[in-house]
């Protein structure tokens, strides 16, 4: 009797070993089945152990959290169908001290204030736009009403021989279209003169903070396309006329 004591310990004992025998034969063959080593195998068990990013409320172990998810995919291993994504670590830093400043949530006032601060300059712009477009409608029809009244002057002192040896239509044409033509350019043609050297500068600017090299490529194009340009304006001036 004083025997079954002991008789129940060993056999207790005996059956923890086979229970850990046998489980450590299962993990070994599921270890050599999917492939795996020990140390994925951790990997997975503390990755299935970390709770959801989304339940959590505080930033900083939401930022802890986020990161050991990241150390562990290090850890995990890559099927055929996964793609590696390659981040900085400038980037993967900057990612995980918004998580920690504002919890990875869309900056919502700092997006209105910069959609504030885009509409301020399309409202500047569009300001500008209409106070230029005045100025040069003011000076465009006082200096085409100048101009007419000089060719009204210089049509009544011409001789009458002028108007034998040319015809109405032409005359007239002068006194009209070429007027209107001289207004259009000066109020459209000499604005967009005007607003595209402050393109050229601003793209050239850009050009250079982003590739002094590309920049230096496509200056050295130019000359090509304004030869181009006065080559064809050459052959094609003389259709107009």
């Known amino acids: ?32 089945a999917a492939k795996l080593t020990p140390a994925q195998l951790t990997a997975m068990q503390q990755f299935v152990a970390l709770p ?16 050991t998810i990241i150390n562990l995919g290090k850890l995990l291993p890559m099927t055929g169908q996964q793609q590696t994504i390659n981040v900085s670590q400038t980037d993967l830093d900057k990612g995980i001290a918004d998580i920690r400043e504002n ?6 006032p700092a997006i209105g204030k910069t ?57 007239l044409s002068r006194m009209t279209n070429d007027m209107d033509t001289i207004s259009t350019t000066l109020q459209q043609g000499l604005t967009q003169v005007i607003v595209s050297v402050f393109q050229i500068l601003g ?13 230096i490529v496509t200056l050295a194009t130019l000359p090509l396309y304004i030869l181009t340009t006065v080559l064809i304006a050459r052959k094609s001036q003389k259709f107009y006329r």
């Not at 009797?1 to 063959?29: C, F, I, R």
């Open 1 to 32: 009797v004083k025997q079954q004591p002991a008789m129940a310990k060993a056999l207790a004992a005996a059956q923890a070993k086979a229970v850990d025998a046998a489980t450590s034969a299962v993990q070994k063959g599921f270890l050599d």
């Open 52 to 67: 959801l990013v989304s339940g959590i409320t505080d930033n900083n172990k939401k930022a802890d959290t986020v990161l």
């Open 103 to 108: 919890g990875g949530t869309i900056p919502l």
């Open 115 to 171: 959609l504030l601060f885009l509409l301020l300059v399309y409202v500047l712009s569009a300001l500008l736009t209409f106070v230029m477009q005045y100025i040069m409608s003011d000076v465009a029809q006082k200096t085409t009403y100048d101009m007419r009244k000089e060719l009204d002057y210089k049509l009544a002192a011409l001789p009458l021989r002028y108007y034998d040896m040319h015809s109405n239509g032409e005359i």
């Open 203 to 215: 793209y050239i600017y850009m050009m250079l903070t982003i590739s002094g090299k590309l920049t």
